[in-house]
């Protein structure tokens, strides 16, 4: 399973486990070999996963069913996850065709890491902090903005409300995340493979 989280201390964490193919041939009593569909389309691929969202070793949610998500997207997801990793991008929105969740990564400069520190140092403390910081220079810092669509797990009903974490991570967080996530695509193996 590929677990997004910054530390292992009071850490907040998504986790996506990649599970196997959806295989509508088989399941559909339909003719589990073909690779088209019926209008000669490409069959469509779809990857079955399960998710889960916590703090430390306390789970706050976990998938209730497997899931599926289009091949595209998964794909999409590990390149933007790179991409961001590496600064070529400075921030991400994920939104599935299928959309069990939704996650928004962005990579902070000097000045919204400074003023979310020194805000956050204002509210414990209950005195201004007077920090300013206007540099524009990014840092090793995004903000991840992650939620699972409860409707769509309970039903086959996309509400687009669902819990949610907001937490940190650093750019290795997020390269990690997108190497395993690699990982597991590659260990489903071929859709095709073993079908005669």
């Known amino acids: 399973m590929a677990t997004l989280t910054h530390n292992d201390k009071c850490a907040c964490a998504f986790v996506l486990a990649l599970s196997g193919w959806e295989r509508y041939g088989t399941r559909m009593g339909g003719n589990s070999n073909i690779e088209t569909v019926s209008s000669g389309e490409p069959y469509t691929l779809w990857v079955e996963y399960r998710m889960a969202l916590q703090t430390g070793d306390r789970i706050l949610y976990q998938s209730q069913k497997d899931t599926t998500l289009v091949l ?7 390149e933007n996850l790179r991409k961001l990793a590496n600064f070529e991008k400075d921030r991400i929105s994920f939104d599935p065709i299928e959309p069990d969740f939704g996650l928004n990564i962005r990579n902070l400069t000097e000045s919204d890491a400074a003023v979310m520190i020194s805000s956050a140092a204002e509210m414990r403390s209950d005195m201004p902090t007077g920090a300013v910081n206007r540099s524009m220079e990014p840092v090793d810092l995004f903000d991840v903005n992650v939620w699972i669509d409860h409707p769509n797990q309970v039903d086959r009903f996309y509400g687009g409300y669902g819990p949610g974490l907001y937490f940190f991570v650093g750019a290795n967080d997020i390269a990690r995340f997108a190497d395993k996530l690699q ?14």
Request: charged content about 40%; hydrophobic content about 35%.
């Open 72 to 78: 595209e997207d998964a794909r999409a997801l590990i």
């Open 183 to 196: 990982e597991e695509l590659d260990g489903l193996g071929s859709h095709f493979s073993g079908r005669k």
